[in-house]
Each structure stands twice: as C-alpha cells, then as structure tokens.
C-alpha cells in the first residue's frame, strides 16, 4: 500500500503574486456547529492579533460552544464544507503534540509573521497550540493540505503531532478557553 | 508572509497520511494449524503424476484457509512459508522455493481478486435490495457535466476515449481537461460544468503539462489560471498497483487525492499504461478491474484506451469492442467516445465519433488541432451524423480509387484489364492495398457513367477505358455517384 500524499508529484502553474500583501480575510463561525460564518474577518495583520486576543478571552462550559476561526472565504451562499470552500487566506497548523513539550523552541522556529494561540484543551503538562501563519496571496483550497504538511514540517513537526487532523481546509479551530481554566495565552511572531 | 506557491511545489518529506491498519494476527511467522492439517490431507506434488496441479490445488486451498487470516500484503509470503514447511517436504521431488513463491504469489493475487468480487457482490445485492426503484417517482435529472459528449457521472461507469496510438486522444483529454477546469465549453460547442479536475498521467506528465498549458493559451486564457483546478499528477504505475487492495475499495490514496483536490472529473493517460504493473492479460476481464474501480470513485472517471491493435481498422472508426481488453472494459463504458484518423495523410485532423451515450449519441465531426505561437487551437472542419461520416468517407474511399482506376488503364495503353488486376494497382489512402468492396464499388459507378467498357472474356471480365472518361483530377464522388468535378 502506498501512503496518501507520499511521492506526490503536482506541477504547478504558477501565478501572479501582487507586490503588495493582501489583507487576512478569516471566518469566525459561532460555535462547532455553525454552518455559516458569523462573521467575517477583513483585517491587516497587525490589527489581526489584537482581535485574537479579543478572541481568546471568551469562555464556554464546553469547546463546541466556542466560537471557531477557520482561515479560509466560503463560495458565494455555500456552508462549510470542503466543497464549499473559496480560497484559504492563511494558514492555521493545529499541534496538539508539541515536540519534546517545549512551547518556546517551537516558537523559536517559527518565522516571522505568525500568531500562536493555546487551544481551549492546553495544559502544562501537554501544550497544544494553534499556529497562524498569513498567506502572501490566498490560495486554492486544493492546496491547502499540502502546504499545511510542508508549514508543519518547516516548524519541525511529524506525524502524530496533531496536524494531520485538521488537514481539511474547511476544519474549525476552537478560539477561547473552557469555564474553569485559566486565560489563554498567545503569542505575536512579528 | 507565507509563499504558498513555493511551499506548494516543497516535497513532503513525511507520510502524513493515516495508513489503514493491517489485519493483526498471524501475519507470516508461524503456519496456522488449520493450514497445516489441510495441506497434510491434500495430495502431494509428485513429478510425473500431475505435479505442477497438485501444488496449485494445495496453494489455491491454502489461499481459502490463510487468506481471512493475514493481511493481502502478507498472504503470499504466508502461503509461501505454508507450503515449504507444510506441503513441500512430501512432494518428490520437493519444488525449488522460486517455484514456490510463484505459485504462492498467483494463488494469493487469486484469491484477494475472488474476495474483491465477492465483496463487490455483496454490496450490490444488498444496495438493490435496500434501494427498490420507485416507479411512481419522477425520473432524475442526469447530472451532465458535458451533455454535447454525454459526460456525466454514473455509478460503477466509466467514460472511455478509445482510438490508435497517435490518433489524438491525449490532445482531447488535455483540452478536455481544461475545458473542464476553466468552465469553458468543448471544442467551443459543448458547455461543460466548471470543476476541479484531476489528471492521472501515467506516460509522463512533463508532456502532458505543455500539451495543457498550450490549450489553456489556445483557449485565449493563462494557465496560471488553471492552478488549484487542474490537479496533474505524474503517477507511476507501481504505485498504483500497490495500493488496489488498499482501504475498503482500494485506491485509497487516490480517494484521499481526490477528496483533498475536490476533483471531481479524473482524466487517466491512459489505461494501459496504469494497468502496465498489473500483470493482467489485456484480453482477459480482469483487465477491466482497476477501470470498474475508477468507476466506482463516484466522480467522472475518463480514461483514455488505446484500441486494439488487430482490430482497429485503417480509416475507420473504432468501434466499442475494439478498444483495448476484454468486452469486460468495454461493458463498463457509460459513454465512449472513438478518436481516429479519416485519412491517413492528414495527422492532425481527428474524427469524434459517439461509440457509446447514455443518451442521444452526439454527432460525429471532424476537429484539426493547430499549433500556433499562440497555443493549441481547433477548427472543427466538418460534423454530420455518423451515418452521414460513414457515408462521406466512403465517397471519398470510393473517389480515391477511381482516380487511381483512371490513372492505371491510362498507362495501360487501350489495353482492358481485370477487375483483379486493377484492384493489384490501387492503393488505400495510406498506401495499402485497396479494399476489394472499395474498387468494386470504383469500377461499378465508373461504369455506370460510361468511363469504362467491359468485355466479357473466356478468362472473366476486362475493363478499358471509353472516351468519356475524363482525367483523374477532376473526379469526385458524392453519395456513391462519380462525377466530374
């Protein structure tokens, strides 16, 4: 049996990249069960981090009633779903498995510019984060898996860190933290 | 920022994909038992006695046996460990462990291909079973993805495009491909639903990919556009003879492709070329196998079949049976579309022709392709039915062969000829020889315009030229009628 992606051989055809970089266009659904965004996000870089962090400090009894980011516009009137999905404006890794446990040498290979935000499931003793990565230009949903894989692996990660379970572009990534738990921390690469 | 059209074209260097996960026990290390007492109470391989059927009955009943119990990966090499330790050492005289391992190797391929019918069986009884057809319902809508070429999805179906190497098949499947992807009709008449399209190159993507990117030009549009919607894949057949068995329905890193992309048309270049790693006889049904599994993905599975060598007829279209493989290929194509050359010395003028459509089958016509610093192009240079195509080439056989009639009793000084020698002087466009039906029909509708005489010899018939008969460049035919032109 041949591994899914192994050997994968995809001749691009190229593209135009604009000199100047666009803004991050980000979906904000309600909660895990929301098919629709509620909100959609239009916003420069840097006003983006300010918003996650508006972001992080909500709170629900459970994670599927947090509100969820996902980096990708949907097609004109369609629902999340993969098939639904326009363009991905960014990239999101989910790690729920952080190499060795060590946040800060994960940050450290982090390029410039990202922000990493703890799940509403981290813990000390197991830190699982999200990590936000801006796209020079949006790209085909088509894509999305294989780049995520390639960002994982320029951070370091292998499989069974977490990534390759949120490889669907039109994944969810809880925003918040749970009743009870401490605030979430976030990180700003810039 | 993050290029992600740089780090699109970064190769992974892990498998990031989950495997599915073998059938645990008794993998390869110890005989069961089960086998071991079956093998003690088959007879043994004795040379001279019918050896060479005893060991396949013992590896085929071994197969029965071994094959619920490991994994299809592992039941050769199973069987192979069953038969040395528990068969091999009562046959005389014992069988060389390459022999072995052969017989091993097609028992197991055997029985997983068994067990992948049986599954398939299942499946289908019960789906007619659970899904009685509501005959009061109103019937559904095809849903077309080309309804000009009768394209569009089916269950367990296929879209074939058969015809000869070099007959320019490749050139529609690329234009097709990118038709598809930018939304833009085919060959300029047929619209096509806008989709993702996957293209599965088993003969070299390099090629292909140029051979795109100048229809995509020739199409007035950039193939930078096509990024994202045509998914060109350079596949080894290796790879996907591995993964048949893989997952529930095989293929399972081709299902995962295919969800990831969101194709939902599969274009593969070409089937014979996939099923190269098979080791499948091409005339045999199981050489239909990996295209009923293309069929069963549930997307448009278009594959391009080369038609088979004897039966393709110079000239003429190939018809369904003729495309490469068993009937079993054949039976499995919703639509199938023929791809040939009317006359041999115009290579890049191709003939569509509808071999196969689920519904009305689409007018034959004739499409040249043009390479041009602009891209690819078509000029469609002539539709008509197939009837009316039939029709046409046949005026133009026929007309050919008059000439050639006019051009040979000329040079033959007043002298008349058999009907058996002018047929030894005409050629078929191509040079080869005349078809007999052809010249006949020649001599007869030249005859019938007063061109020839003939004269009835002790020998046979003899044919001369009259004084009506004009030059051989002025004659043309029309629906079987010679004129002058």
Redesign the interface.
């Known amino acids: 049996?041949?591994?899914?992606?192994?050997?994968?051989?995809?001749?691009?055809?190229?593209?135009?990249?604009p000199a100047k970089?666009p803004m991050i266009e980000l979906s904000l659904y309600a909660n895990a069960f929301a098919r629709t965004p509620a909100q959609i996000i239009v916003t420069e870089w840097r006003d983006l981090a300010a918003d996650i962090g508006q972001l992080l400090e909500l709170r629900a009894a459970e994670k599927t009633a947090l509100p969820a980011l996902a980096p990708h516009a949907l097609r004109d009137g369609a629902t999340r779903s993969?098939?639904g999905v326009d363009r991905v404006t960014a990239?999101m890794i989910d790690v729920d498995t952080v190499p060795g446990n060590d946040l800060g040498a994960l940050l450290d290979r982090i390029l410039p510019?990202a922000i990493v935000y703890a799940s509403p499931s981290d813990a000390p003793e197991r830190r699982r984060v999200r990590v936000l990565?801006?796209?020079?230009?949006p790209?085909?949903?088509?894509?999305s898996?294989?780049?995520r894989?390639?960002?994982a692996?320029?951070l370091g990660l292998?499989?069974g860190c977490g990534?390759?379970g949120a490889?669907d572009c039109a994944h969810l990534f809880f925003v918040g933290a749970l009743d009870g738990t401490p605030a979430r921390e976030w990180w700003v690469v810039d | 920022m993050i290029d992600g059209d740089a780090l699109a074209r970064a190769p992974l260097q892990h498998a990031w994909q989950t495997r599915a996960e073998p059938r645990a026990p008794a993998e390869t290390g110890t005989v069961p038992d089960a086998v071991t007492r079956l093998l003690a109470h088959l007879p043994p391989s004795v040379s001279g006695a019918g050896g060479d059927v005893a060991l396949l009955r013992a590896a085929t009943e071994a197969a029965t046996v071994l094959g619920p119990l490991v994994s299809r990966e592992a039941l050769a090499s199973a069987l192979e460990r069953a038969l040395t330790d528990s068969y091999n050492p009562r046959c005389a005289p014992p069988w060389p462990p390459a022999k072995l391992a052969r017989e091993a190797s097609r028992a197991a391929a055997r029985w997983s291909a068994e067990e992948t019918t049986r599954g398939v069986l299942t499946r289908v009884q019960a789906t007619a079973a659970d899904r009685e057809t509501d005959w009061t319902r109103p019937e559904p809508p095809v849903e077309w993805y080309c309804e000009g070429l009768g394209i569009a999805p089916s269950s367990r179906k296929v879209t074939l495009i058969g015809g000869d190497p070099g007959a320019g098949k490749g050139p529609l499947a690329g234009h097709l491909a990118a038709c598809f992807a930018l939304g833009l009709p085919a060959l300029g008449r047929f619209p096509v639903r806008r989709c993702n399209v996957g293209y599965l190159d088993f003969e070299g993507a390099i090629l292909s990919a140029r051979r795109i990117r100048a229809h995509t030009r020739g199409l007035g549009r950039d193939p930078a556009e096509l990024t994202g919607r045509l998914i060109l894949r350079d596949t080894d057949p290796d790879e996907l003879a591995g993964s048949l068995h893989s997952g529930p329905g095989g293929l399972e890193w081709l299902r995962a492709w295919i969800e990831t992309h969101s194709i939902e048309v599969l274009i593969v270049d070409s089937y014979m070329s996939a099923t190269a790693s098979l080791d499948v006889d091409p005339n045999s049904p199981a050489f239909a196998e990996l295209a009923r599994r293309f069929g069963a993905l549930g997307i448009v599975a278009i594959l391009l079949a080369h038609a088979r060598k004897l039966g393709a007829r110079r000239g003429e279209a190939p018809m369904l049976g003729d495309v490469a493989g068993s009937f079993a290929l054949a039976g499995l194509a919703q639509t199938a579309i023929a791809v040939w050359r009317p006359e041999e010395d115009e290579p890049l003028r191709a003939r569509l022709s509808c071999m196969r459509a689920p519904d009305e089958p689409f007018a034959a016509l004739d499409v040249e392709w043009i390479r041009s610093p602009d891209g690819l192009t078509w000029r469609a240079v002539s539709a008509g039915t197939r009837r009316d195509n039939a029709s046409a080439d046949r005026d133009s056989r026929i007309a050919f062969a008059a000439k050639q009639v006019l051009g040979f009793l000329a040079a033959c000084d007043g002298i008349p000829r058999s009907l058996s020698a002018i047929r030894a002087h005409v050629r078929a466009p191509g040079g080869n020889p005349g078809a007999k039906d052809t010249v006949r029909d020649a001599v007869l509708a030249m005859r019938e315009c007063g061109w020839l005489y003939m004269q009835a010899q002790t020998r046979g018939e003899v044919f001369g030229l009259t004084a009506q008969s004009p030059a051989p460049a002025d004659v043309a035919c029309s629906a079987g009628k010679l004129t002058v032109a």
């Open positions: 049996m041949t591994p899914r992606g192994q050997g994968l051989r995809t001749i691009s055809f190229g593209g135009i990249v970089p993969l098939a990239l510019p990565a801006p796209l020079r230009r790209v085909s949903p088509m894509v898996a294989h780049l894989c390639a960002y692996e320029s292998a499989p990534v390759e490889l």
